[in-house]
């Protein structure tokens, strides 16, 4: 008879994978923000140089977060087969493996902003159940290997055990995702939140042109572009919720959200659009923002003079360094507390966010923001600014064709072109289109209620049989019209003309 291989590696793997349900569990029954394993893929994106983040966010877009996510995973789980066969050499061998993981763990979980010793539960949680459930399968395995005679009886008490822990470890995992309701119940609390000062509006009618194909003036929340460093999103009741202005000033303020949304609000339309945009891109929306202007709080805290920038920290530890000046200037640099009349959505900043028109979102654009630090750009630097991007990130004049798309056929004869364009806080004076490399044709622009918003344009010119190019380009109300040099996102965004092949037939 042939002696089968004893399933070492089946057995790492089922104690490692318990051992993950049960970290899981832990963190979401705690309603702590991180498990082990999303502190270790956000400890990922923290050390990850930005032309790498930047290559990873333009090739998977949305998906790079779950794609680290999966990628942390499949490693775990080769170190979990790992340390099931070094169970064969001695009982000691693997529990320096699960020891080496839960350290990696640990560290990660201890670098998150505001960690404590709470934190380290899930890790704890999760190296006691690799190494005792790993011993207990393995048991099995070296009685086996021992006595020959009862193979077969500890294989069959293995398979056993091990179906066990497979369907225990889904049960816990589910278990602790039902008992930690944490993101639910502040999610009922977002929708049961009445602010006052807020209203619902929708989009002027000016503001559309009425070309199919074209993008919405208007965003809808569920729709608008998100980007960030996060994988779990903070999910914070508004009653848990302050900020503290410091620094450079001669009094400090800490506001609650009660504090918050009790002064004057204010509601602006604001486009808001990311640095990583490539040219032609969708990382852009327009929503109307309603909140309290930054400039009125920093009022009357006695600003220092050599103060320069006001650095920005998410309660997930994200930072970033805005000027001063246009905190302070005319335009409504807002802490948002709602975004197209409803309260911020959570993935969008959920209780209060930073909008600033006119910057780029990576130097302004901060969620779930807890701390503002009058400062120096001298003393202050953001995440993506220690990653070689550019410390001021104003935004750069844009156009995008809409209609027609990327190798659309179109009939023969009169056509109409559409899209957007875009130069916050500066606004577009016009747009002009060229097909073929002719004449450029000046198209018509919609209205919109300030300088702080992208614009639709639309023009109609006659195409004949065969295949096309088009390419937009805008001009500023400040007279500067966009470049043709192409330039890359990084370090303080993409340049050139958004050009787009078609066909007519």
Not at 119 to 139: C, M, R
Not at 250 to 278: A, F, G, H, K, P
Not at 404 to 429: K, L, N, Y
Request: hydrophobic content about 45%; charged content about 20%.
């Amino acid at each position: 008879m042939t002696t089968r291989r004893p399933p070492w590696a089946l057995a790492g793997v089922l104690a490692g994978l318990a051992g993950l349900a049960t970290s899981y569990a832990t963190a979401m029954v705690l309603t702590i923000r991180e498990s082990p394993v999303v502190a270790v893929a956000e400890g990922v994106i923290e050390l990850t140089p930005g032309p790498v983040a930047e290559r990873a966010i333009a090739l998977l877009g949305h998906f790079d977060k779950p794609v680290l996510v999966g990628g942390v995973l499949v490693l775990l789980l080769a170190c979990f087969a790992w340390a099931g066969v070094l169970a064969r050499r001695g009982w000691w061998r693997p529990i320096l493996v699960w020891a080496v993981l839960a350290g990696i763990g640990l560290a990660a979980v201890l670098a998150q902003r505001g960690a404590g010793a709470v934190d380290t539960l899930p890790v704890a949680v999760g190296l006691v159940t690799w190494i005792t459930l790993h011993s207990a399968l393995t048991d099995a395995l070296h009685r086996g290997v021992r006595r020959p005679e009862l193979e077969s009886h500890e294989r069959r008490v293995f398979l056993m055990v091990a179906g066990v822990v497979a369907v225990a470890s889904v049960g816990i995992a589910v278990a602790g995702r039902l008992v930690g309701a944490g993101r639910r119940h502040v999610e009922v609390s977002r929708r049961l939140l009445r602010i006052p000062g807020v209203t619902r509006r929708e989009a002027p009618a000016a503001t559309s042109l009425g070309l199919p194909g074209i993008t919405p003036w208007q965003t809808p929340n569920e729709d608008f572009y998100r980007i960030d460093t996060t994988i779990a999103l903070p999910t914070i009741e508004p009653d848990d919720w302050s900020l503290r202005i410091h620094g450079l000033v001669d009094r400090e303020l800490v506001l609650s959200y009660t504090d918050l949304v009790r002064r004057q609000m204010t509601e602006s339309w604001i486009t808001l659009n990311c640095v990583s945009n490539e040219v032609g891109g969708n990382l852009i929306g327009n929503a109307r923002w309603s909140g309290v202007r930054i400039a009125d709080l920093l009022e009357g805290l006695g600003v220092s003079p050599r103060a320069d920038c006001v650095l920005q920290t998410s309660h997930d530890g994200w930072t970033c360094a805005t000027p001063l000046e246009v905190l302070t200037d005319d335009r409504d640099a807002m802490l948002a507390v709602a975004m197209n009349g409803h309260p911020l959505p959570i993935e969008h900043g959920f209780p209060v966010r930073t909008v600033v028109p006119g910057l780029y979102g990576y130097v302004s654009a901060t969620k779930w923001v807890v701390d503002l630090e009058v400062s120096t750009f001298a003393e202050s630097v953001g995440y993506w600014t220690t990653r070689g991007w550019s410390a001021l990130g104003p935004v750069k004049i844009a156009s995008r064709i809409d209609v027609p798309r990327s190798g659309e056929d179109v009939p023969v004869g009169p056509f109409s072109f559409g899209g957007v364009a875009w130069h916050q806080h500066t606004g577009i004076e016009s747009v002009e289109v060229q097909v073929d490399g002719g004449e450029w044709t000046r198209a018509e622009l919609a209205e919109v209620p300030s300088v702080d918003t992208w614009v639709q344009w639309a023009v109609t010119i006659d195409v004949p049989e065969g295949d096309h190019e088009v390419r937009v380009r805008a001009t500023g109300k400040d007279g500067a019209t966009q470049t043709s040099a192409l330039a890359r996102p990084d370090p303080d965004g993409a340049t050139g003309w958004h050009t787009v092949e078609f066909s007519a037939g």
